[in-house]
């Protein structure tokens, strides 16, 4: 009750008039002033709270702006704002890269969104490509026997056939396994040799697919966008969703051998735990977490 008191007030009466007085003793609008304070991902969220919350239609509109309409909305936003570009030479610069954050991060979403919604279709060629790929990433050494095959276990698999494991995250969690095992193929190798130890060992193939749906969970809740506006100072990009990705697998293998779980049968419990200190991490807005090897 308190809080939605506060809320009402706050964005109807106590925000306008504070506004108007700062504007009053500064000749600056919000935005400017944003600018002039703040960088990085806190500039960049302060900017979407003021669009967001901001009477002005134009204002508000600005924050669901796609990619392609992003020049014009700056310069809408400067004539609402009467911001003359000769005195304030920086704000289009500055407003621009902001709005690409913004549209950039929604676009993200609904880019990642798509590809999990496709299944592993057993009949799509490309798919039963990637899947090889990631055996032989994985197993060089090793030839699979057949396309179903008690083999699958050896990367962590739970069945003789793959698919039946993708269902959650459909292609996405195929296409992040690849995607670490060949951009960090070193370290893919050294976990996966890690997921094998008698008392400690996990499911590799597994425990990655239940890592892209963390991945997947914290983009969607937003709680990726101080990460992603630190870390990519333009529009953010499924490779950077799969970056990310990479990051959750290494410092998960780290802190599954730190915790030393009794077993696997505790799994959720400390998925959980590592679940919450990543969470807790990206509440810093100055956080960027990228895998430093």
């Known amino acids: 009750m308190f ?11 106590f925000r306008f008039w504070m506004k108007w007085l700062l504007r009053q003793m500064t000749g600056k609008c919000e935005l400017q002033r944003i600018f002039d304070t703040y960088v990085g991902a806190q500039r960049t969220h302060r900017i979407e709270n003021s669009l967001t919350y901001s009477k002005n ?7 669901l702006v796609v990619q392609s309409e992003v020049d014009k909305c700056v310069e809408d936003i400067m004539k609402e704002k009467n911001i003359n570009p000769e005195k304030d030479a920086s704000f289009k610069i500055c407003m621009k890269a902001c709005l690409l954050q913004i549209s950039g991060y929604k676009q993200l979403y609904l880019d990642v969104e798509s590809v ?10 490309q798919h039963e490509k990637l899947l090889l790929k990631l055996w032989n990433l ?13 083999q699958w276990a050896d990367i962590g698999f739970q069945g003789d056939d793959p698919k039946t494991d993708f269902r959650g995250m459909g292609i996405l969690g195929l296409i992040n396994l690849v995607y670490f095992s060949e951009n960090y193929t070193s370290e893919a190798h050294q976990i996966l040799s890690r997921s ?10 597994i425990v990655g697919i239940n890592l892209t749906e963390m991945a997947y969970s914290l983009l969607k809740s937003e709680a990726l966008k101080f990460h992603l506006y630190n870390f990519v100072p333009g529009v953010p990009t499924m ?5 990310f990705y990479c990051y959750l697998v290494y410092e998960f293998d780290k802190f599954w051998f730190e915790e030393k779980p009794e077993s696997i049968m505790y799994f959720n419990i400390y998925r959980e735990k590592f679940h919450e200190k990543i969470k807790g991490l990206l509440l810093d807005c100055n956080v960027s977490l990228t895998l430093k090897i």
């Open 3 to 13: 809080v939605s008191l506060w809320e009402f007030f706050y964005g109807h009466l």
């Open 57 to 63: 239609k134009v204002l508000q509109k600005a924050t």
């Open 116 to 125: 999990r919604k496709k299944p592993y279709d057993s009949d799509n060629m």
């Open 138 to 150: 994985l197993m060089p050494t090793k030839t699979l026997k057949a396309r179903i095959s008690k």
């Open 196 to 205: 094998n130890h008698p008392k400690l060992g996990y499911s590799y193939a």
């Open 239 to 243: 490779e950077h969703f799969h970056q």
